[in-house]
């Protein structure tokens, strides 16, 4: 069985490092002097390779050492292989370094292993049966807000560095229990997983860093997401955020999109003015189903549209009121992709454009029932204005029941600028 193999190849990994890490090796530098690789990475590579070509031939296997059978596409099984997670802590602390193995199947990460090889600790996860520390069954991680979370993270995320404004990420450290850097991301996640950290934050991780631990967090109720809160990839370098589902929110919600820091921080999506209403218009509807008023809107007011790599994301209006008063109108974010912190970026960008043209005050309006939208715009900022009764009846709106509550009075809301 594919379990038992996989364990008993790590194990058998395992104790060549045990055996070889007093001894000399070779080390050369990766992209610098704090990315190395030691002959130790490579021949431990080598040997899990072997033995899965060996007793797999028809899966796929990415390792980081390159000694692998790279898939065109994540079809069939594919092995995630580091076969030192840590090397700096290998060479230099000659401990808390892991090998972490993943196995993949049709895209979904079925098996995670990481093995703390000098503790000899063995962590095992099966999708949808678990995760065990040496055999024994990990318990559900606990609910933590960042305020009592105690914290893995790598430390060059809050100095200066080309991922990531450090602010975003500076007042986790010191809002949190406690921070500790322990430069073994597998591991991070395991220890998440077994409750000894309460989250793990990383800016540039690839799929042989974190897809084990990430199976082991999930399966005992945590989640591993991207830092703002989308799907980690498993074809490239992505940021990592990890923990319980109360920490995850807190961290997307509180840090990540608080005052402009994500658009910065999240070069791939861009905000542009809009020169198509057919490239926009399934979108501004899903905001307001009432398409002439739409398309009157659009020819009176300035319409951005949001893409996400080369995907139509999400798009928004700016409507000139006068002088001192500029509205935001239909705001809408394509629904497979709400939830990822498009809207609030896109509400950032509105209030930035809306600075720029001089008004003084943002005017937004929406309905008494949409309490999601009533709750977004006042973390941005607004305060209620006005109400106006029976609004959406009195302008033909079809019937509609949000959240319990029947859709009637319009509610404007303002912001000054
Ligand atoms: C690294 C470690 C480190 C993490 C890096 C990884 P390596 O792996 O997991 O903690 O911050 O992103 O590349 O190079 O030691 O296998
Ligand atoms: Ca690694
Ligand atoms: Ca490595």
Redesign the pocket.
Known sequence: MLEWFAIDLIKQAGEYIRLQIDESYRIERKTGKG?LVTEIDRAVEQLIVDRIREAYPDHHIVG?EGISTEPDDLKGTVWFV?P?????NFIHQKRMFAISVAVMVDEVIEYGFVYDVMADELFVARRGHGATLNGRKLTTIHEHHVRDAFLSM?ATWVTPNQQIAPEILAPIVRDSVGTRAH????LELAWLAAGRVDGYI?M???PW?YAAGKLLVEEVGGRVVSLYGEPVRYDGKTSVLAGSETFVKDVVKHYVIAKGAALEARPDLTVTSNESYDRVRDLLVLANPHEEMVREQYETGKTYEAMLGGELVGAYMLVRRNDDLIELVNIAVKPDRQNQTIGQRMLQDAIRRAEQTGARHMLVCTGNSSIVQLRFYQQAGFRFDSVERDYFPNHGYAALEEDGLPLRDRICLTREL
């Open positions: 990315d980081e580091d030192i997670d840590g090397t700096l790598n430069g073994a991301a597998s990383t540039r991780n690839m860093d």
